[in-house]
């Protein structure tokens, strides 16, 4: 069965530090998502792509990257970790507007 | 740009009565409109959605919603609630640029 997958779970990383998080798609769907959730925010867009090779900002893009350079995967780097930036993060996927989004189980990244 | 407003953020029924979570929304163009579920520590599972066929959407689990358009509304419905429908719900809308917008959510309390 197709799914998307999270890596890892949990993680807890220090001020500063570099970190990564994982998504993986095996739906063959165009377009990716990055949000964070915290609450009293909902879910708010952190960058998505429409493609290979394609990324763009959301809405709290600040101390945030992606890279698209396969259909399958859209891996999100903190460049420099900040407290600010503990939150639960979900991926999504989409073939297009009419669909809804399939979401991974989430990321629990703590700053410490 | 569109958006969602969820009228309210916390919802208490009592079990075997019926569910009504609001959801107002604004959008340029005609909308897609979704509901999410989204249980303690889980990651996001699609209820329904309106993609601008029949204006009264059956989704999973007993949950419907109408499509207003005079009242820009898209109300979330269930006739009896269960104890397993305790969690949070977020309506959303997207355009026609796949560009989707989170509701901050309704948490549903059911009480025995």
């Known amino acids: 069965d197709a799914e998307i997958t999270q890596s890892p779970r949990h993680k807890i990383t220090e001020t500063g530090r570099q970190v990564t998080l994982a998504c993986h798609q095996t739906?063959?769907?165009?377009?990716m998502f990055w949000y964070r959730q915290d609450l009293g925010h909902g879910l708010r867009l952190i960058h998505y792509s429409y493609g290979v090779q394609d990324t763009n900002k959301g809405e709290v893009s600040d101390g945030y990257s992606v890279s698209r350079s396969n259909t399958e995967d859209l891996p999100l780097t903190l460049e420099s970790a900040a407290s600010s930036q503990t939150s639960v993060y979900f991926c999504a996927s989409s073939d297009g507007p009419l669909g809804g989004y399939t979401f991974g189980s989430g990321t629990r990244l703590t700053v410490v | 740009a569109q958006s969602v407003t969820q009228l309210d953020s916390h919802v208490s029924v009592s079990e075997g009565t019926p569910v009504l979570l609001r959801c107002n929304y604004s959008s340029s163009y005609s909308p897609s409109l979704f509901w999410y579920v989204q249980h303690p520590n889980k990651g996001l599972q699609l209820l329904l959605k309106?993609?601008?066929?029949?204006?009264l959407v059956k989704g999973i689990n007993g949950f419907e919603a109408e499509f207003k358009k005079s009242e820009t509304s898209f109300h979330l419905t269930k006739p009896s609630a269960h104890m397993s429908d305790a969690a949070e719900y977020f309506c959303?809308?997207?355009?026609?640029?796949?560009?989707?917008?989170f509701g901050a959510g309704t948490r549903l309390t059911v009480k025995p």
């Open positions: 739906w063959n769907h165009n377009n």
């Open positions: 959303v809308v997207s355009d026609h640029n796949n560009d989707m917008r």
């Open positions: 309106y993609t601008s066929a029949a204006t």
